[in-house]
């Protein structure tokens, strides 16, 4: 009996633990979030000023080196909106280093495993492959940061899935995990050269369905050649 009430004993003081960590690897990452160079380089990427974001959450790494949050910030940029995997990869890597027991710790490897097939899959040597599977990887990279950012409490808006762009040659890296279940709007973010016909060939597979995002996005759209760069439109499914 006292060996059996000695190992609950040490059961909880090992769920307290670690129960504690994740508040204090939250509340690091709230406190940071807080640094003016941190909360500036957040407004930046939220106004999809991606180059002043970098800037600036480097910045406030060269600064403090054992600041986390920018890293994460930083990876996310290189992921989601410049396709520079393998600093994301670094970036994700250094948070985790910092942060080895956030409750984001999870959610942020599984980001780190999608940057490496997307890496993998743009090599101009990759066998050929299928769209669907990049596209089926957006989806579940888009719903992870919804993940990260709920596990923020908020704090972080959720990055707008990147479209795989057209006639790139992608491969089948390795065996496809369950999908999860796409929502029935998406959000893609403009980009140059971008025009209603070749968003449509991105993200249906078909230029002539410009009509359906089109009619979808009337309220900031006047006329359908109106699409300015770094505009979030919305995508029926």
Same mark, same amino acid.
């Given at each position: 009996?006292? #060996?059996?009430?000695?190992?609950?004993?040490?059961? +909880?003081?090992?769920?307290?633990?670690?129960?504690?960590?994740?508040?204090?690897? &939250?509340?690091?990452?709230?406190?940071?979030?807080?640094?003016?160079?941190?909360?500036?380089?957040?407004?930046? @990427?939220? &106004?999809?000023?991606?180059?002043?974001?970098?800037?600036?959450?480097?910045? /406030?790494?060269? @600064?403090?080196? !054992?600041?986390?949050?920018?890293?994460?910030?930083?990876?996310?940029?290189?992921?989601? %909106? @410049?396709?520079?995997?393998?600093?994301?990869? %670094?970036? %994700?890597? =250094?948070?985790?280093?910092?942060?080895?027991?956030?409750? #984001? &710790?999870?959610?942020?490897?599984?980001?780190?495993?999608? /940057? =490496?097939?997307?890496?993998?899959?743009?090599?101009?040597?990759?066998?050929?492959? !299928?769209?669907?599977?990049?596209?089926?990887?957006?989806?579940?990279? !888009?719903? +992870? =940061?919804?993940?990260? /950012?709920?596990?923020?409490?908020?704090?972080?808006?959720? /990055?707008?899935?990147?479209?795989?762009?057209?006639?790139?040659?992608?491969?089948?890296?390795?065996?496809?995990?369950?999908?999860?279940?796409?929502?029935?709007?998406?959000?893609?973010?403009? +980009?140059?050269?971008?025009? +209603? !016909?070749?968003?449509?060939? #991105?993200? %249906?597979?078909?230029?002539? =369905?410009?009509?359906?995002?089109?009619?979808?996005? #009337?309220?900031?759209?006047? @006329?359908?050649?109106?699409?300015?760069?770094?505009?979030?439109?919305?995508?029926?499914?």
């Amino acid at each position: 009996m006292h #060996k059996l009430l000695s190992f609950i004993a040490l059961a +909880l003081v090992t769920v307290l633990f670690a129960s504690a960590c994740g508040r204090t690897a &939250a509340s690091l990452d709230q406190r940071e979030e807080r640094h003016p160079l941190v909360q500036r380089g957040i407004a930046k @990427k939220r &106004a999809h000023d991606f180059d002043g974001a970098v800037e600036l959450f480097q910045k /406030a790494i060269d @600064k403090d080196s !054992s600041m986390a949050r920018p890293h994460l910030e930083l990876g996310i940029i290189f992921d989601d %909106y @410049k396709e520079d995997y393998l600093r994301a990869i %670094y970036h %994700y890597e =250094r948070y985790l280093e910092l942060r080895p027991d956030s409750e #984001k &710790a999870g959610i942020i490897r599984e980001l780190i495993r999608h /940057a =490496r097939i997307s890496f993998a899959a743009s090599l101009p040597d990759t066998p050929d492959g !299928s769209l669907q599977e990049i596209s089926r990887l957006r989806k579940e990279i !888009s719903h +992870l =940061r919804e993940r990260l /950012a709920r596990a923020e409490g908020g704090s972080a808006a959720p /990055a707008a899935p990147v479209a795989a762009p057209a006639g790139k040659r992608t491969g089948s890296i390795m065996e496809p995990e369950p999908a999860p279940a796409s929502p029935a709007i998406e959000r893609y973010t403009v +980009l140059t050269g971008d025009t +209603l !016909s070749k968003i449509a060939r #991105k993200v %249906y597979g078909d230029a002539g =369905r410009w009509k359906v995002i089109y009619e979808a996005n #009337k309220d900031t759209l006047n @006329k359908p050649e109106a699409v300015k760069v770094g505009q979030t439109l919305m995508i029926p499914r």
